[in-house]
């Protein structure tokens, strides 16, 4: 049982780059959670899927796309990765029943 | 306007002290957790809760429904307890949290 497992861990990318953070989860999580983590910002919603097959924006939706590939997996991609998109993503899962919320252990991403 | 608002931001203390952390929200709950997130850490769950009082060893964390405040207690503070502490609220309606800043905590041997 591995709880909520992001990949990769660290990653640099080059302005224009693309690259996907994959999020999977073996906890039965019914909704599922993108967080970026700025300094001084707390961890602001990107986006999340409430159940498998739906998938909402959330506060800061701007230049990333997600996909719910199943209920285990929620994607989270960056097509022409920016600046301003260096942060600290974290993926977290939740049952529909209960209220706690279980975090992957981030992903560390610098866009030079 | 930021739902959640944690006080203070930072905090040093000597190991041996009791240390409180602060969290008040403005929107009503389904429950208040308090997280801990370790330097270059992940974050981890401490307390859930929707009334009263929980302890799990040297942490306490209580809430108070009425006026919209909950406290993190650490006794007898260790080096090892310095982190960010992370106080967030879910609600009855939708399907998010809302976070605080983060208080982060540095205990001094």
Known sequence: NAGVTQTPKFQVLKTGQSMTLQCAQDMNHNSMYWYRQDPGMGL??????ASE??????EVPNGYNVSRLNKR???????????????????AGKKWTGNEAFFGQGTRL??? | KNEVE?????????????ITINCSYSVGISALHW???H???????????????KKHGRLIATINIQEKHSSLHITA????????????VSRHTGNQFYFGTGTSLTVIP
């Open chain 2, 39 to 53: 330097p270059g850490g992940g974050i981890v769950s401490l307390f859930m809760l929707s009334s009263g009082k």
């Open chain 1, 110 to 112: 610098t866009v030079v």
């Open chain 2, 6 to 18: 944690q006080s203070p931001q930072n905090l040093t203390a000597q190991e041996g002290e009791f």
């Open chain 1, 73 to 91: 997996e929620f994607s989270l991609r960056l097509e022409s990765a920016a600046p301003s998109q260096t942060s600290v993503y974290f993926c």
């Open chain 2, 77 to 88: 503070s260790h080096p090892r307890d310095s982190a960010v502490y992370i106080c967030a």
């Open chain 2, 35 to 37: 997280l801990q997130q």
């Open chain 1, 53 to 58: 097959g739906t998938t909402d924006k959330g």
């Open chain 1, 44 to 49: 602001r919603l990107i986006y999340y899927s």
